[in-house]
């Protein structure tokens, strides 16, 4: 099976512009987390999604937003970029949306904000 | 609120001593703890989960995790370290009532030795 793909790879952005990230999950995983992490604040969660719903949001302004396709892929927006939103930004999918299970990540997309 | 602590920033070790990297929590529900591996530029590769049962758990590439509930940790272990082990380790943690989000301790740089 695949694992997890993350598009674009790398990306750089200038202040004031807003960027879309793609993630495609692992087939057949119906859950996809993403996550934010930069040397100073390590890994912080962003949200999740299940069957195109927002389950679960972290910490983060309304300036960050995602959704999910009907065919489990998710897209999350980051409008209006600012320099500290320069980060490794990094998808996770898994077969559903229980506690129990480990969640798979791809390899992330690298944001510089200039 | 849930927390992961790992109170090591970096763990030096020479190649087949065996190596403890270290993580306590902090949930308000029943603990759910996961090990994950970072090499560099690579998103995160899962190694190991505790969910329910024995207090010893056995994961991928020879490394093992010990719960205990008592102390609130989930340290993880190897019997014989190799130089290819050299890379970024994170402990993470959900509860009940969290879904699949993931808080995950500020990581801990792993270096081998020859």
């Known amino acids: 099976k695949a694992g997890v793909t993350q598009t674009p790879r790398y990306l750089i952005k200038t202040r004031g512009q807003q960027v879309t990230l793609s993630c495609s999950p692992i087939s057949g995983h119906r859950s996809v987390s993403w996550y934010q992490q930069t040397p100073g604040q390590g890994l912080q969660f962003l949200f999740e999604?299940?069957?195109?719903?927002?389950?679960n949001k972290g910490n983060f302004p309304g300036r960050f937003s995602g959704r999910q396709f009907s065919n489990s892929r998710s897209e999350m927006n980051v409008s209006t970029l600012e320099l500290g939103d320069s980060a490794l930004y990094l998808c996770?999918?898994?077969?559903?949306?229980?506690?129990?299970?480990?969640?798979?990540f791809g390899p992330g997309t690298r944001l510089t904000v200039l | 609120a849930q927390s992961v602590a790992q109170p090591e920033d970096q763990v030096n070790v020479a190649e087949g001593n065996p190596l403890t990297v270290k993580c306590t929590y902090s949930v308000s529900g029943n603990p759910y703890l996961f090990w994950y591996v970072q090499y560099p530029n690579r998103g995160l590769q899962f190694l190991l989960k505790?969910?329910?049962?024995?207090?010893l758990v056995k994961g991928s590439y020879g490394f093992e995790a010990e719960f205990n509930k008592s102390q609130t940790s989930f340290h993880l272990k190897k019997p014989s370290a190799l130089v290819s082990d050299s890379a970024l380790y994170f402990c993470a943690v959900r509860d009940d009532n969290q879904g699949g989000k993931l808080i995950f301790g500020q990581g801990t740089e792993l270096s081998v030795k020859p």
């Open positions: 999604y299940f069957s195109e719903t927002q389950r």
């Open positions: 505790y969910i329910t049962g024995d207090n």
């Open positions: 996770a999918s898994s077969w559903d949306a229980s506690t129990y299970n480990e969640q798979f």
